[in-house]
Structures are given as C-alpha cells and as structure tokens.
C-alpha cells in the first residue's frame, strides 16, 4: 500500500476521443509525476507537476497535458487518442528533493481501439 | 547523461534457486539507487532502496549492495519462490532532470 490512488483502473477509449485519469498522492507528496508504460517495456516520462506547475517533461506531444491542485492531486488529460496511446500510466509521489522515495499507485489502464 | 543498465530477461529459475539479477549505472556523483517490483497486472513497488555508497538494501529476502568501484546493485535472492515472479527494474531516482531513469526491465519465472 503505497498511498497513491489512481481512477479508472481500467478504461477503454476508441481512436480520437479524449480520457482525462486522475491520482491521489501520498499525504503531504507535493510532487506528482506521470509514466507511460506500454506493454513489455518500461515506464516512460511523460512530466512531473510541482505545486501545480509543470516541472519537467519528457518527450510526449502536447496532446498529453496535466493538471495539479491545491491538495496535489493530479489529472493526465489526452486529447486524440491514437492507438499506440493504448498502455498502463502510472502516477508517482514524493516529496520534492534529491533521493527522496517514489511512490507509484496502481496504475490505469487504457485501451484504444 | 544518467543510465541504468540491467541484465535483459526473461530469467526463468526453478524454486529455491539463487537469483541474481546484474544492474550497473552511469551517473554524475553518489545518487541514490533503486530496485521495483511489478507483479502481474499491478503498478510498481518499491522493493529495496540504498543511499550512499556500500549500503544494503534489503526487503522480502531481496538484498542489493551499492558498490561505488564497479557502480553496480546487483539484485539477489538465496532462495527464491514462485510469488516471486514479476518483472524487476532497477532505477535511478531523480536528480536535476526530474524523472526516474529505469532499467528495461528483466522478467522473472519461478517454476514450482
């Protein structure tokens, strides 16, 4: 139990339609980041959010955006869905500063078709 | 810039034999390194952590020793068993670039 909630954690879209997931970071985390990770690999970068401006952000297209509240929850909003976008996304908390613990809910999966 | 390099899978052991799973990185000072679990369909644990050079981290039978002169944190277990099976990734945290660097992953299969 990391303490890190994901919503939906399974959903499944077709091919142009927009999906919004949501994630409940560990109590006092004000650092939220996002993974991609596609079947067989591993995670992937998509960005980080710290109080609730964007930090950092990997190579993704701008369809990919995020949202972080007050409470540091956070929202990964894809627009156009293609069907490579079909993958589990992962978000992660920590406290912000080098070496502190990443923590990683459940995960949601999303499937394109 | 930051690697992380592990051993490529799928590794496939029969139970209550020796695992060892190599992991070596590439990384500007003495970062923290750490080791995930993925369970079949789940999202990722941290198994075991070390934050300075010839720590051990150790979690659940896992044991892995930071080794500064070979930059490496190999994974081992002396006895594995069949809930063990998952994928295993070793990772880098954070520092500047503000994501985690992670191996590629290597799959393990415990047979009974």
């Known amino acids: 139990e990391t303490g890190v909630t994901q919503s939906p954690t399974h959903l499944i879209k077709t091919r142009g339609q927009q999906v919004t997931l949501r994630c409940s970071s560990q109590s006092g985390h004000n650092t939220v980041s996002w993974y991609q990770q596609a079947l067989g690999q591993g995670p992937q970068f998509i960005f980080q959010?710290?109080?609730?401006?964007?930090?950092g952000r990997g190579n993704f297209p701008p369809r990919f955006s995020g949202l972080q509240f007050p409470n540091y929850s956070s929202e990964l909003n894809v627009n156009a869905l293609e069907l490579d976008d079909s993958a589990l996304y992962l978000c992660?908390?920590?406290?912000?500063?080098?070496?502190?613990?990443?923590?990683f809910g459940e995960g949601s999966w999303l499937t394109v078709v | 810039g930051n690697s992380v390099t592990q051993m490529e899978g799928p590794v496939t052991l029969s139970e209550e034999a020796f695992l060892t799973i190599n992991c070596t990185y590439t990384?500007?000072?003495?970062?923290?390194l750490f080791w995930y679990v993925q369970y079949p369909g789940e999202g990722l644990q941290l198994l075991l952590k070390a934050t300075k050079a010839d720590d051990k981290g150790s979690n659940k039978g896992f044991e892995a020793t930071y080794r500064k002169e070979t930059t490496s944190f190999h994974l081992e277990k002396g006895s594995v068993q069949v809930s063990d099976s998952a994928v295993y990734f070793c990772a880098l945290p954070p520092n500047r670039d503000d994501k985690i660097i992670f191996g590629k992953g290597t799959r393990l299969h415990i047979l009974p």
């Open positions: 959010y710290y109080r609730e401006e964007e930090n």
């Open positions: 990384a500007t000072g003495y970062p923290s």
């Open positions: 992660a908390s920590s406290l912000a500063g080098v070496g502190n613990t990443i923590y």
